[in-house]
């Protein structure tokens, strides 16, 4: 579909998701200044009032990027809101997101129709996450602009839905925004995204291994060294199943291969306080893509690569076409 602006104007269809911890405002603003949307949960601005210095940075910053660099606006950024009841802060967060006209609010773990609403009053986007066709069904009945398929194969909360299958079924009676997640980290991939019927990419993991990433130098290098084989999915951390790193949890003293089962209803996301910051600071989320991660570099480097990698594939697609039709 054509895209709304602001993201209509980006270098790539791309999406940095938000990466809980690791996806701060020097990872943000890079990524906007590369033109792809840059991301981050409100979550990870803690004590909450921090939250708020955080969102006049980013502004403020694009802002003066946009002044100077007039031919290459900085891309859009968006926030990410847990929309789970034990969330304590989402509706302080939501009145700050709105002092900030934030252009793009990402939906997790639950749906509400007033703060769509809300979002749609400053003339901002809400795309809601999502792990079958159901959950996305009842995020568009109440009132969300777009969707995420989580697929199987991506960075920490994650369905196991094969991308073809879910993309397939969302795309057979919507027609709205799609960011399709699971295992993207090249060029190839986010045009793969694109055949599929996604607007954006949605990518996640790569970005771990920045040098503008909130994240300790054994995650990067995790990061670079690890494959997909060295991704284990379980609901052991948080209540809710997702992919995480073999060796961080082999470092915590844990069997990845027999890991007990959580109890979903006890999950609980607060407000990012220290029972939630130790799983994800111990144990590392990461998505099945990470084998396209070659070394530690910076969010500009990157995005290049995958520019490169991306109009590759499109001319490498067109001449295929081109010798079918001949």
Not at 72 to 89: G, L, M, T
Not at 155 to 166: D, E
Not at 179 to 188: H, N, R, V
Not at 234 to 241: D, I, K, Q
């Amino acid at each position: 579909m054509t895209l709304p602006a602001p993201f209509d104007k980006l270098r790539l269809p791309v999406i940095g998701s938000p990466l809980f911890i690791v996806s701060g405002p020097e990872l943000v603003i890079a990524q906007c200044k590369a033109g792809i949307v840059g991301s981050f949960p409100s979550l990870n601005a803690r004590p909450s009032g921090v939250f708020d210095e955080w969102l006049h940075r980013i502004t403020e910053e694009l802002a003066a990027h946009n002044r100077d660099h007039p031919e290459r606006p900085a891309a859009p950024f968006a926030v990410n809101q847990i929309v789970h009841k034990s969330n304590n802060r989402l509706d302080e967060d939501m009145a700050v997101c709105a002092k900030w006209q934030v252009p793009m609010i990402i939906t997790s773990l639950g749906a509400r129709e007033d703060l769509n609403q809300a979002v749609h009053g400053w003339g901002g986007i809400v795309l809601h996450d999502v792990i079958n066709d159901r959950f996305a069904r009842k995020a568009i009945e109440k009132g969300a602009d777009g969707l995420i398929p989580v697929a199987a194969g991506a960075g920490g909360h994650a369905g196991a839905l094969s991308p073809f299958a879910l993309m397939q079924e969302v795309r057979e009676w919507f027609t709205g925004l799609v960011a399709l997640s699971g295992s993207i980290a090249c060029g190839k991939s986010v045009l793969a995204a694109q055949a599929m019927g996604a607007d954006f990419a949605y990518i996640g993991s790569p970005w771990i291994a920045t040098s503008e990433a909130n994240a300790m130098d054994g995650y990067k290098d995790a990061i670079v060294a690890g494959k997909a084989a060295d991704i284990v999915y379980s609901n052991l951390f948080t209540g809710v199943h997702g992919n995480y790193l073999r060796p961080s949890i082999e470092a915590a003293g844990l069997d990845p291969d027999n890991l007990p089962q959580s109890d979903p209803s006890k999950m609980n996301f607060g407000s990012g306080g220290n029972e939630t910051a130790k799983a994800w600071k111990d144990i590392w989320g990461s998505g099945q893509g990470i084998g396209a991660v070659k070394q530690v570099e910076s969010v500009a480097v990157r995005v290049d690569r995958l520019e490169a990698e991306y109009n590759a594939a499109r001319t490498e697609l067109a001449a295929k076409a081109r010798m079918a039709l001949a």
